[in-house]
């Protein structure tokens, strides 16, 4: 009978284990599907060399909290990324004072949107045509060969999906987001400046018109945003953050790669 007991127990501690196993490896390969790397199709070419206007650097820094900041930031239930905030805490000091003893004190810092949750991140290739480059070789007799050339100066414009409090904080928390995920060169507006050019040439045959036209690539995030209201705790010599009325709220945004362009060639009668 206790033999039968411990074939038994062992049967269900090792159930146990195989399902947590299950569980885990499920979760890595849906993190593993989350973080997968955005590879650029033969059809999106980077133009920066040849684009007529000059961006400046996308890279945003990343900011660092501060050991006071740190120290906050590890007493909060709720996680906090937002960069305007820390910059805020890091510009904060609270000292240590043997006189602080015995002091109670709760300072409110506002209504804040506090982390952004990515739940997809997916490109379009032709997500806004910004040029044209046609030619009519229906009276020729030979191939025509022609190339991309930028007609007039074209502003790509993303941005959010919808409007949310403090629109520019959230805006920095899913670019710095999606720029980690797809390591590409994103903005909230790309210009490709007239009379840039590239050097892929596209055969016109005879009797057809030729068709090249060109997309601004972009890439769409999506995912949740959390709001609370931040308020800083002291009591005596202790400093802690305390999130109160916590609110999340579903959030897209979709924003151009810079310096790149997607080509699409097609010929008609």
């Known amino acids: 009978m206790n033999r039968h007991r411990i074939v038994l127990n062992v049967c269900i501690i090792l159930a146990l284990a195989l399902g947590a196993s299950s569980t885990a490896l499920a979760e890595k390969q849906g993190q593993a599907v989350n973080t997968k790397k955005i590879t650029l199709p033969s059809s999106v070419v980077n133009i920066e060399k040849e684009n007529t206007f000059p961006h400046s650097n996308v890279n945003l820094p990343s900011l ?16 906090i990324d937002n960069p305007n905030l820390i910059k805020m805490l890091n510009e904060s000091a609270i000292n240590k004072s043997p006189l602080s003893i015995g002091v109670r004190a709760t300072i409110y810092l506002g209504e804040w949107p506090l982390n952004y949750e990515s739940d997809l991140t997916e ?6 045509k910004v040029n044209s480059n046609v030619y009519d ?11 991309y050339v930028q007609e007039m100066q074209k502003t790509v414009k993303g941005g959010l999906t919808d409007k949310v409090p403090q629109a520019e904080d959230v805006q920095k928390m899913l670019l710095l987001k999606a720029i980690e995920k797809t390591k590409l060169p994103l903005s ?10 590239h050097h892929h040439i596209y055969n016109v045959p005879p009797k057809r018109l030729g068709y090249l036209h060109a997309y601004a690539p972009a890439i769409h995030e999506k995912g949740k945003v959390t709001y609370g209201e931040v308020y800083i705790v002291i009591k005596g010599t202790k400093r802690r953050i305390v999130v109160k009325n916590v609110t999340s709220h579903p959030i897209g945004a979709w924003m151009p790669i810079r310096n790149h362009l997607s080509f699409g060639f097609q010929g008609s009668n």
Not at 64 to 79: A, G, N, Y
Not at 123 to 128: F, S, V
Not at 139 to 147: F, R
């Open 137 to 147: 070789n229906r009276g020729g007799i030979a191939n025509y060969q022609i190339n």
């Open 123 to 128: 490109p379009n290739w032709q997500y806004q």
């Open 188 to 197: 909230f507006e790309s210009v490709i400046g007239a009379g840039s050019k």
């Open 64 to 79: 660092q909290p501060s050991e006071f900041t740190k120290e906050l930031l590890e007493t909060s239930k709720v996680r």
